[in-house]
């Protein structure tokens, strides 16, 4: 984890600085905008802001540049180091094309990847890049900072929420290749209402002089269950800790730390 904090009126403020940027820069409304980001506090500004500009939110898997972290030396192991790099970046860009996304944001770590792709996906105009600037990308850092008085942001009274689409997140290709899913605003919104709902959720609403949910961001934000639940902590109230990678004895370690109490997890 890096240690940084959000409340959520600073990803408010920073994601309508951030949207003003994107809208500064040229994006228009229905233009793709891909996040190549683990969980961490600057993936609701990012996706916040995107869609305050009436963007569409595209979601990737960053998990597939893991291969880089193996420490096997051997010839062997080096080939198939190769290999694995050589799969992402082709199927990376085959998302980036299959999405239209126009630009990609990603922090330092990913950034190599996001650099290849941009030369073999003409379709992708620019990359933004977290953690520090980068000759030729972006500096997610300086974009939320800009001055967003006066700037025109989307509305949902002035879109089909039913019809237009707010997210294009990936299936993991199970059965075959990966492919787009249409989320709609619409199907966004049904889903936090349903996943929130007092007989549903165990997720508790942040009341004046309450104590805030403390809850556990392990589920990947690419993948819709992910997704949901950084959005119910939002719309909760709900204080949520990023993890970017789950590791068995840190993950316990965090809960025990930070004391939290709501823990959203998949079955094993």
């Given at each position: 984890m890096t240690g940084k904090k959000l409340t959520h009126g600073d990803v408010y403020q920073q994601s309508r600085s951030f949207?003003?940027?994107?809208?500064?820069?040229?994006?228009k409304r229905?233009?793709?905008?891909?996040?190549?980001?683990?969980?961490?506090?600057?993936?609701?500004?990012?996706?916040?802001?995107?869609?305050?500009?009436?963007?569409?939110?595209?979601?990737?898997?960053p998990g597939y540049t893991q291969g880089k972290q193996n420490s096997n030396s051997t010839a062997l192991g080096k080939l198939e180091l190769i290999l694995k790099e050589i799969l992402f970046l082709d199927e990376l860009v085959e998302l980036?094309?299959?999405?239209?996304s126009k630009l990609i944001i990603t922090s330092q770590a990913f950034l190599p990847a996001a650099l290849q792709a941009k030369k073999l996906c003409p379709e992708l105009n620019s990359i933004i890049v977290t953690g520090g600037s980068r000759e030729g990308c972006h500096t997610f850092e300086e974009?939320?900072?800009?001055?967003?008085?006066?700037?025109?942001?989307?509305k949902g009274s002035e879109m089909d929420t039913l019809g237009e689409v707010a997210c294009l997140p990936f299936s993991s290709g199970t059965t075959g290749l990966p492919k787009a899913v249409q989320l709609t605003h619409s199907n966004l919104c049904s889903n936090l209402m349903q996943f929130t709902s007092p007989d549903v959720t165990v997720m508790r609403k942040l009341e004046t002089g309450g104590e805030?949910?403390?809850?556990?961001?392990?589920?990947?934000?690419?993948?819709?269950?992910?997704?949901?639940?950084?959005?119910?902590?939002?719309?909760?109230?709900?204080?949520?800790?990023?993890?970017?990678?789950?590791?068995?004895?840190?993950f316990v370690q965090?809960?025990?730390r930070f004391q939290v109490g709501n823990v959203c997890s998949v079955t094993v």
């Open positions: 949207a003003a940027a994107l809208i500064a820069s040229g994006v229905k233009d793709v905008i891909c996040i190549m980001l683990p969980n961490c506090p600057d993936y609701s500004t990012a996706l916040f802001g995107i869609w305050e500009a009436g963007g569409i939110a595209c979601p990737i898997n980036l094309r299959l999405s239209g974009m939320v900072k800009v001055d967003w008085r006066g700037t025109n942001f989307s805030q949910e403390k809850i556990i961001g392990i589920l990947p934000n690419f993948h819709a269950a992910g997704l949901l639940q950084t959005l119910a902590s939002h719309l909760l109230g709900s204080s949520c800790l990023c993890i970017p990678q789950f590791v068995p004895g840190t965090y809960i025990k």
